[in-house]
């Protein structure tokens, strides 16, 4: 108390900082310097001290007489902060610690409290290669400093075509990969080179003779060159499927409905070599091309059936009336051979009564000179008796 009192009588004021603080204090409105950790005695007649205090668990300077306090106090601020600077083309990784803390773009500035370190800068630059090293991208990941990073990660059985600032740079390939962004755009796609499947279905074509039909295709492609497919159109994918249709309905649109279904194979074979060609210039590989469906209108389909139907009733009378000939023609032979042979046709004719006689009880035969067959047979139940 007695202490406080003679302070105050002579124009001035004791401090007392922590461990884990500092004050930048002014007096008579200048910045005259930083107090670190202790009991400070100050001048403050009338009250022309001022404080400006800082607690190291924010390690950053920010103060509204930074750039005075620079000025002012140098050996201060060589005492108590620890200041970074980045150029143009280069980029700071802060360590604190030895663990990444913060990353300073390229041009900036950065005032830390040298005792809420250790501290320890990484500069690197950037101006010719925007890539981050692997080791340290996975540092930065873990610590979840990657605002100022493109990160790309490529699954397997894929490629990325990376473009910074629109130039395309190159392939990658299966793996994780980061660029500093840093005033660049950095851009990529995904290309999957693994065999792909695309179908084409109900595709109208106008036939030679003004049939519609509806067809399907399927197609199994992959990509051979990813530059060349991402570059060289808009959408590969988009151009396949484009290939196909205008190949078939070209080839189709060249054919009769008959000529169509006779010769399926042969048409399949002709658009598919198109297709092929045209697609290895553009880095893709086409496999498989199939014309799966020839779909016609329902009248088209009616009227087939029927005509079909004809064709068969047709093959079936001819059958028929052949058959016919034959039983004829052997029933012919029949005779020729018993108007020859008399005792042929003695045969036939036990074989009839052998047929007659399983079919009555009681049979009486007379026989004369002339044959069975001239004699009068009388099949009677009551005569019999």
Do not use: C
């Amino acid at each position: 108390m007695m202490l406080r009192l003679i302070d105050s009588l002579m124009g001035r004021k004791r401090v007392l900082i922590d461990a884990n603080e500092r004050a930048i204090y002014l007096h008579k409105g200048e910045v005259r310097g930083i107090l670190g950790p202790g009991e400070h005695v100050l001048p403050n007649r009338r009250g022309m001290l001022k404080l400006e205090w800082h607690n190291l668990v924010r390690p950053e300077l920010y103060s509204d007489y930074e750039q005075i306090l620079f000025e002012k106090a140098p050996e201060d601020v060589a005492a108590h902060l620890t200041m970074l600077r980045t150029s143009a083309t280069e980029i700071a990784v802060i360590e604190r610690d030895g663990v990444p803390y913060a990353v300073l773009a390229p041009d900036r500035k950065l005032a830390l409290w040298t005792d809420a370190g250790p501290w320890k800068a990484e500069t690197i630059d950037i101006g010719e290669d925007a890539a981050v090293d692997g080791t340290l991208l996975k540092r930065l990941q873990k610590s979840g400093l990657l605002a100022d990073v493109a990160v790309i990660e490529v699954d397997r059985d894929k490629v990325a075509i990376l473009s910074i600032d629109g130039v395309l740079v190159g392939q990658l390939g299966p793996g994780i990969y980061g660029y500093w962004k840093a005033g660049r755009k950095i851009s990529h796609k995904l290309v999957d080179v693994t065999r792909q499947p695309l179908d084409v279905t109900g595709q109208e074509v106008l036939t030679r003779d003004r049939v519609t039909l509806r067809i399907n295709i399927s197609a199994e492609y992959r990509v051979t060159d990813p530059v060349k497919a991402t570059t060289e159109v808009k959408d590969f994918t988009d151009a396949l499927y484009r290939a196909l249709q205008y190949a078939f309905r070209k080839t189709l649109g060249a054919m009769t409905l008959d000529q169509i279904l006779k010769q399926k194979v042969t048409v399949n074979a002709e658009a598919a070599e198109k297709v092929r060609a045209d697609m290895a210039e553009i880095g893709l590989e086409v496999s498989e091309i199939s014309l799966k469906d020839v779909v016609l209108p329902g009248d088209m389909r009616e009227l087939l059936n029927q005509v079909v139907s004809a064709q068969k009733e047709a093959e079936a009378n001819v059958i028929r009336r052949r058959e016919e000939t034959n039983a004829t023609r052997s029933l012919l032979n029949t005779a020729k051979v018993m108007s020859e042979n008399p005792v042929m046709l003695r045969l036939k004719e036990l074989e009839a009564l052998e047929t007659i006689a399983g079919k009555v009880d009681r049979l009486t035969v007379t026989n004369g000179t002339s044959g069975l067959m001239n004699d009068i047979v009388k099949l009677s139940d009551d005569e019999a008796a």
